[in-house]
């Protein structure tokens, strides 16, 4: 039931009135009218020709996928600032109401979370909502358990009505300990798991967890998230954390979150696995999977907002947060199983199809939604922020409905002043999204179904429906014969074969019998799952390990991943030859070569040799190979002890360099994991000598990458300076300056020099930081400039800025920012000119390390130079243009103007020359973001378009941008497209401007119409 009290209520309403939040009050208005026409005739759908060959559907204030409707089925006073959702097992919902975000309610900042439990009708209309339980503290998510729900509110909460009466009387704390943060990063996304347990990100807070009803020891969850199981009240690290918010299963228990700018990341290797092999290297488990990159392209249709932290991430994910599942009961059956992330800044629900890439998934866009979002909405205000598949096997999707959704953390603080932060939190929203032709409401009610009913619904179509029946099952623990579920394992689908065996293990009733018969079933899925209770019970491993061992020849990539990481948990003789194979099988597959390392029992020596002996005659994955071989070697010294530190050694003298790969690398990667191993290990100072002759002879006599990694090994050991250490860092001097020699060459000469001191090599490593070096040889130098400290660096750096081509300025930056001792020289340049402020394009991160994190007098410095909002020199300017442009633009003269004063250097569809940035599509562009940069081009400056000069030997002058360098070249772009190469043996001096290529001044050619006419082209064209 819906009831709109007042009109403040509408969606835009609030911000209607509050004419300094947004300029453009037109435009406000206007979208206020098109929601208003959305609440009084939601099933009026026009048809939008798309340009990816399918009609989209409008509805109201929503853009959507055709074979969709939405529906609206709860709104302010039933529910307010809604963030998760869950279902009892009766169909009641309970929602997650953040109503102290961002700070807490009132002055104090207290907890103001609370939970609404809302109950429908037969035909699915809110009947009630009632305030179930309140005074949390950031609620974030909550799941059904038993006659209650367990929620995330900084801790782990189950809350339970005792009475009837519709509010939660009992208050249990089940796990305590979680470091909170910004409210995104806390605890959330809890969800039951085929295993019977709760899992739950942790957001990357960390923090020591503990049961106060458990004498258990705490558990510290460093970068993992966690599971809890209710049947034992153990909690367990699970993965390693994506940092974000949220989490889901798929049908077949693989799992999915996002965070921020990596909108889709698979959770891959578990945390014990990695674990278990001392010296396994650093790696982000969970991983991102979209072939469409981090940070990718959205398709929003609401108007532009400014990015005021942020203006790079304007039309790309960067605030994704709350996933869904399309449910098996779309009657649309190409979107079942489609994975949903929302952008909250960006107004829209996103959705990937999800495709096998061995042993892992791979993410990517639907075919009719190349360049459109699943839904999309023109409310500024609708801020998606999860969905939850209901009993009627529809799609619950929550809007929070904020003004100000970006956490007042990350926002300048000049520019907060200007913001309502808290607008929209007396507003929320909920919707069905269901099938098109899919009109009735069916709950289904499983609170009172019998075990055999329970049974019958594990391949239920609805995600939910299956999973409610899994989680009611294990929860009574009824005493029950075990013919429904071997019926279910030896004839049913594929989901009803997982749920059955998955929930005989909870129920304590799995017999060796079932997991073989699920290890032989024809669907590599229940394969995968009869592997993982497997590996709970090491009761059966010694009669279950020849057919685990025999399918390392399985024909499915995920099953043999699988195998690889469960033969880690039994130490068997055989197990060996398993993983070889594995290995070579997939070599290919960059996580299933990790999954064998991780259960590497033994030093993996004999498996280096083993790869040796494999390696192909052929080219055929030659890549491959030699990266899996580099790894293995890195892995057979990374836990250097007493026990294999004679291995080691005998491994050094008998690489046999006549090998069909390159020898050197896998020599490197064997030095270099020894030097880790060394510095974990605390070796006696007897046995680190051992080591002494072998490296000696291997400084005589390798390359200078060898000599390199030697070198590096013989410091991490306290070894005394090698013969030859200083005849070679002479010798590197001049092959690093010698541009006859080959790049590669130079380069392993530079590498070498970053042993050397900063005294003994740093003014050569600057000489080399010019324009006239390739750019390999300059990006090379930077890397070794980068290990010294001294603030000579950040001087020497400074003072060829001006030579620095664009390439390479990003990283100089981070160089500059990583230590403090480089902060104050960089401040200073500032200060006298020496770097224009607007080529450095620092973020706001950036900007804020200078003004708050660096020491005091860079602190009081970096204050005065600029804020944290993005500084202009223009600022006067800019802000009475601002107050002058009209609320719409005339698209016609926009054109004309665009042809007239931008087309000789920037291209927008199919006119102009593109010389500076493309100008099509600037639909996600602000009209404020626009105007900023059209009349202070040099506010910041993309290196990529920083004009430079250079001055050839035969006294021609040239400017542009640099379009394209090569080792011995490089290429000016200028206005109207003209373009010159210049050898690099011709240049005289090659320099940077330190401007953008735009000139200033274009207020003077037009008035604050015709600019908001060019606006608005600009933010049309196509």
């Not at 982000?284 to 940070?295: E, F, P, Q, R, V």
């Not at 000469?749 to 003014?763: N, R």
Request: charged share 20%; aromatic share 8%.
């Amino acid at each position: 039931m819906v009831r709109f009290q007042s009109p403040s209520m509408m969606p835009l309403i609030g911000r209607v009135m509050d004419q300094s939040f947004h300029p453009d009050i037109f435009t406000m208005a206007k979208h206020f009218w098109n929601l208003l026409s959305f609440y009084l005739a939601a099933a009026c759908v026009l048809p939008v020709q798309a340009s990816d060959s399918m009609a989209f559907t409008e509805t109201g204030a929503f853009r959507h996928h055709p074979s969709i409707r939405i529906e609206l089925i709860a709104a302010e006073p039933d529910v307010v600032d809604p963030v998760a959702l869950c279902f009892d097992a009766s169909g009641n919902m309970y929602v997650v109401e953040m109503r102290d975000y961002p700070y807490g309610k009132g002055p104090s900042g207290s907890p103001g979370g609370t939970i609404r439990k809302l109950t429908f009708d037969a035909s699915g209309n809110v009947s009630a909502s009632h305030l179930y339980a309140e005074r949390l503290s950031f609620p974030t998510s909550i799941a059904p358990y038993k006659d209650g729900v367990i929620i995330a509110a900084g801790d782990l909460i189950f809350l339970r009505d005792t009475d009837g009466d519709h509010i939660a009387d009992v208050r249990q704390t089940l796990l305590t300990g979680f470091n909170q943060g910004v409210t995104d990063s806390n605890l959330s996304g809890l969800r039951w798991g085929l295993d019977g347990r709760l899992h739950g990100v942790n957001g990357g807070n960390n923090g020591i967890i503990y049961s106060p009803q458990s004498a258990a020891d705490p558990l510290a969850l460093r970068n993992a998230d966690f599971a809890w199981n209710p049947l034992t009240g153990r909690v367990s690290r699970t993965y390693h954390t994506g940092g974000g918010f949220g989490l889901i299963f798929d049908r077949f228990g693989r799992s999915f979150t996002p965070h921020n700018i990596n909108h889709i990341l698979q959770r891959i290797l578990p945390v014990k696995a990695m674990e278990r092999f001392p010296g396994f290297p650093s790696i982000k488990a969970t991983s991102s999977i979209s072939d469409h990159g981090g940070m990718a392209r959205i398709y929003p249709i609401s108007t532009a907002q400014t990015r005021v932290n942020h203006p790079e991430q304007a039309g790309y994910f960067s605030s994704s947060g709350g996933m869904g599942l399309i449910p098996g009961t779309f009657t649309h059956g190409s979107l079942v199983g489609g994975v949903l992330v929302c952008d909250v800044v960006g107004n829209l629900v996103h959705r990937d199809v999800m495709y096998p890439k061995g042993p892992i998934l791979e993410a990517r866009r639907a075919p009719e939604e190349q360049s459109h979002e699943f839904i999309a909405s023109r409310d500024l205000a609708f801020r998606p922020v999860g969905l939850e598949t209901g009993p009627d096997g529809h799609l619950y999707l929550m809007d929070m409905q904020r003004g100000v959704i970006e956490h007042p953390d990350y926002i300048p603080e000049q520019i907060m002043g200007n913001y309502r932060i808290r607008e929209g939190a007396d507003r929320g929203r909920i919707y069905r999204v269901a099938s098109v032709d899919e009109t009735s409401y069916e709950n289904t009610n499983l609170a009172s179904a019998t075990h055999e009913e329970l049974v019958a619904h594990l391949g239920h179509e609805n995600d939910w429906v299956r999973g409610t029946a899994h989680r009611l099952i294990v929860e009574r623990q009824a005493t029950t014969n075990r013919s429904s579920f071997k019926e279910a394992i030896a004839s049913g689908s594929i989901t009803s074969k997982i749920h059955a065996l998955w929930c005989m293990n909870g129920l304590g009733m799995t017999h060796i019998e079932d997991v073989q018969l699920g290890l032989n079933d024809q669907h590599p899925e229940v394969r995968v799952q009869s592997l993982k209770i497997l590996e709970k019970h090491p009761e059966w491993w010694n009669q279950a390990w020849p057919v685990v061992q025999s399918m390392a020849q399985d024909p499915d990539a995920e099953v043999r991943f699988h195998i690889a990481l469960i033969l880690g948990c039994h130490p068997h003789p055989d197990n060996e030859a398993a993983l070889i194979q594995i290995l070579i099988t997939d070599i290919q597959y960059k996580w299933s070569r990790r999954a064998v390392y991780t259960s590497l029992r033994k030093n993996p020596t004999r498996l280096l040799y083993k790869l040796w002996q494999a390696y192909p005659d052929d080219n055929a994955g030659h890549d491959y190979w030699n990266d899996c071989i580099n790894e293995v070697a890195y892995l057979t010294t990374a836990r250097l002890d007493e026990q294999n530190i004679a291995s080691f050694a005998h491994l050094l003298s008998s690489i046999d360099t006549g090998q069909r790969f390159t020898p050197s690398n896998a020599l490197m990667a064997l030095l270099d994991g020894a030097q880790m191993g060394a510095i974990r290990a605390s070796l006696d100072k007897g046995i680190r000598k051992t080591l002494k002759t072998p490296l000696e002879n291997l400084a005589d006599e390798s390359n200078n990458s060898v000599k390199r990694s030697v070198w590096k090994l013989s410091k991490a050991l306290g070894l005394n300076e090698l013969p030859g250490f200083k005849n070679t860092l002479k010798s590197s001097l001049i092959t690093a300056k010698d541009n006859t020699k080959p790049l590669s060459v130079r380069t392993e000469a530079i590498a070498l020099l970053g042993l050397g001191t900063f005294h003994e090599v740093g003014q050569a490593l600057l000489e080399l930081l010019n324009g006239l070096e390739p750019n390999k040889i300059q990006k090379a130098v930077i890397s070794q400039l980068g290990r010294y400290s001294e603030k000579e660096v950040a001087q020497g750096i400074l003072s060829q800025w001006r030579e620095i081509g664009p390439g390479l300025r990003p990283l100089i930056i981070q160089t500059l920012l990583r230590r403090k001792e480089f902060h104050l020289p960089l401040m200073n340049a500032i200060e006298n000119g020496q770097i224009a402020l607007g080529e450095l394009n620092l973020d706001l991160e950036q900007r804020r390390l200078l003004r708050k994190y660096s020491s005091k007098e860079v602190k009081e410095k970096a204050t005065s130079l600029f804020g944290d909002e993005e500084y202009s020199n223009r600022k006067i300017l800019l802000d009475e243009w601002l107050t002058r442009l009209p609320a719409k633009g005339n698209l016609t003269k926009g054109r004309q103007l665009f042809i007239e004063h931008c087309a000789q250097c920037h291209q927008s569809g199919n006119l102009g020359v593109e010389v500076g940035p493309n100008l099509t599509d600037m639909s996600h562009r602000s009209v404020e973001d626009l105007a900023f940069n059209i009349l202070d081009p040099n506010m910041a400056i993309n290196p990529s378009f920083v004009a430079y000069e250079a001055e050839t030997k035969d006294g021609e002058f040239l400017s542009g941008i640099v379009q394209s360098e090569t080792p011995e070249s490089v290429t000016l772009l200028s206005a109207q497209g003209m373009r010159r190469e210049v050898a690099r043996s011709n240049l005289r001096h090659f320099r940077s401007g330190g401007l953008s290529l735009m000139p200033e001044g274009l207020e003077e050619l037009m008035t604050p119409s015709e600019l908001r006419d060019l606006i608005r082209f600009l933010q049309t064209s196509d």
